[in-house]
């Protein structure tokens, strides 16, 4: 499977999107974190601000590299970034295996387990926060939006 980008031409408001797919592999996430530092580029965005998004994005498209298609690895992660006069979206949507967004990560006595803190690193990060799945079901969505200054 191949990457695959679409870069939409701006709207009459300056809205910029890009669609981004890559395969389920670890080795894709500096392409989407690459493919982030060029859309904003159209912007004035801060370097603290940058680097938040970059976590954020790397979380994101991790947790699906990781978890949503086990063992055989066979997927994709579609990846949308909307950015906006104020503010940037992004989407993660993977086809894998859903999982209870509303459970805690898990602890091994008094330590968290390896992973299991990137939904919260988003969440602190981001100005909204919208996630979409469940177990036993396909798919998840993450969505979270920065507003910008």
Do not use: W
Not at 88 to 94: G, H, K, P, Q, S
Not at 127 to 144: T, V
Request: aromatic share 4%; net charge negative; proline share 5%.
């Amino acid at each position: 499977m191949s990457d695959t980008a679409e870069l939409d031409p701006a709207q009459g408001d300056g809205t910029r999107s890009i669609l981004l797919r890559i395969p389920a592999k670890a080795e894709y996430i500096t392409l989407c974190r690459l493919a982030l530092t060029g859309l904003a580029q159209l912007r004035d965005i801060g370097e603290d601000t940058m680097a938040d998004l970059k976590l954020a994005l790397t979380e994101a498209v991790s947790n699906s590299v990781r978890h949503a298609y086990g063992e055989q690895g066979d997927g994709h992660v579609d990846i949308t970034y909307r950015l906006e006069p104020d503010r940037l979206r992004i989407e993660v949507v993977d086809d894998g295996n859903g999982f209870d967004p509303n459970e805690s990560p898990p602890f091994a006595g008094d330590e968290l387990s390896e992973g299991g803190l990137g939904i919260a690193i988003i969440k602190t990060i981001a100005d909204e926060f919208e996630i979409q799945s469940k177990p036993g079901a396909r798919g998840s969505r993450l969505r979270f939006t920065k507003v910008l200054n």
